[in-house]
């Protein structure tokens, strides 16, 4: 590795220290993020030509758009979700059968793994945040319910085609098909999940819930409900179209707009419907910015070539007739998609790896990168927008709580991997 990728390395440990200890230096994690960011991009420009960085800086860009107009409107969706109560209704039925904390915690998670297989591991992660606001009231419990969420989220879009975005990578890149990810890595992706939700759920504490008052707020709208729900669909659906998933979420939410405007601005709803224009300025514009600074910071370490030296580092070379290399290879990919972003690291593996390997060895990848990203917060892009949206989790906290839980599952879930591997005799 040269001296230029150990410099810029250097930038993104420091920014990430800072991160970690951002209640210690009283500075925001967002700001210190698009610090990090942006002065990677400026020491990468340095002796570069306007020619040289147009074409890195327009697919950088791109991408960040792409993420952020989605964040946006799956957040908006989420807050759209709770102003006509659906969160209210969930809470009240789950309390109408008087569950214990700790099997309230196992629903919790078992929601959050399939919807993250359905949908997304991103869009699952702030409905269920939204969801826990409304049943837990310690912010101990809530705490380790968010957690809890990032890893099953992160474990259930591990083992579908549209639930991760390496995964719809890996797909595309015809690596393996719907099926086989979805038949080979479920075993897997749920041993990833309920070893960590296991170990945490001894961490949950008795709590009395009270109710909350329901007669004050719109009735539930279950028309404007269903069709924030089918906004997610949509955005898996609009890929068939070769169009990005945010082009799903901004039609849903076009439609939504005038549903509103036409049916619900009338009669008794007129006064309070009004208000869904509001929610906009509810978003949490913290977390968007956390979200473009890390991008940022990867996309610079991309672009200096440093994430493709890492990943030949890891898998040699003659991989071909070296299973062995392919696995540990997988594996520690997996390892450091804790700190980087694992798609730039995906991508590259897609790249540099030659033809003709097995699909169950990019079923593994599909696992590690996946699932990997949850043993430290800011290893995924459903923890970094958990970190965001709920103050009291930091880093560290994270750290503390949740990233051993989360390492153990991701050595169970290699381990259920490899002795699937063995048996079937692959």
């Given at each position: ?258 549903v509103i405007d036409v049916k619900f601005k009338r009669g008794k709803l007129k006064e309070k419907a009004g208000d869904i224009v509001n929610l906009v300025k509810k978003i949490d514009m913290a977390t968007i910015y ?42 520690s990919l997996g390892l450091l998609s804790s700190f980087f972003d694992n798609v730039p690291l995906t991508a590259a593996a897609i790249k540099m790896l030659p033809d003709g390997i097995h699909f169950i060895y990019w ?64």
């Open positions: 590795m040269d001296t230029f990728s150990i410099i810029l390395l250097a930038i993104f440990f420091v920014g990430f220290i800072g991160i970690a200890f951002e209640h210690k230096f009283k500075v925001n994690k967002s700001w210190l993020a698009l610090f990090m960011g942006t002065i990677m991009w400026m020491a990468v420009a340095f002796g570069q030509t306007k020619a040289q960085l147009h074409g890195p800086l327009s697919d950088s860009f791109a991408e960040i758009f792409e993420l952020v107009i989605f964040l946006m409107g799956a957040m908006t969706i989420v807050e759209m979700l709770g102003h006509f109560r659906f969160f209210t209704w969930v809470e009240v039925r789950l309390m109408k059968f008087n569950i214990s904390n700790r099997k309230l915690f196992w629903i919790l998670g078992l929601i959050t793994f399939f919807a993250s297989a359905l949908l997304d591991n991103l869009t699952s992660t702030l409905v269920m945040i939204h969801i826990g606001r409304y049943l837990y009231i310690k912010k101990q419990n809530f705490n380790i319910f968010v957690i809890n969420t990032v890893i099953a989220a992160n474990a259930g879009g591990a083992m579908s085609p549209v639930g991760d975005v390496t995964t719809i990578m890996l797909w595309l890149a015809d690596k393996f098909t719907a099926w086989q990810i979805v038949l080979y890595g479920f075993l897997p992706s749920i041993v990833a999940w309920i070893v960590p939700q296991a170990i945490l759920t001894a961490k949950i504490e008795y709590e009395d819930r009270i109710g909350r008052d329901l007669k004050n707020g719109l009735p539930t709208q279950w028309g404007l409900i269903i069709i924030g729900f089918s906004t997610f669909g949509v955005a898996v659906l609009i890929n068939m179209l070769h169009l990005p998933p945010f082009f799903g979420i901004l039609f849903g939410l076009g439609i939504i707009a005038i956390f979200f473009v600074g890390i991008l940022l910071a990867v996309d610079a370490l991309k672009y200096a070539g440093t994430l493709d030296i890492m990943a030949q580092s890891i898998f040699g070379s003659d991989i071909l007739n070296n299973p062995g290399a392919l696995i540990t290879g997988h594996t079923i593994l990848l599909a696992i590690t990168a996946g699932t990997g990203g949850s043993i430290l917060i800011i290893g995924s892009a459903a923890g970094v927008a958990a970190m965001g949206q709920v103050d009291t989790l930091t880093f560290n906290d994270y750290f503390k709580k949740g990233s051993l839980p989360a390492l153990l599952g991701y050595i169970a879930a290699v381990g259920t991997w490899y002795l699937m591997f063995i048996l079937l005799g692959f």
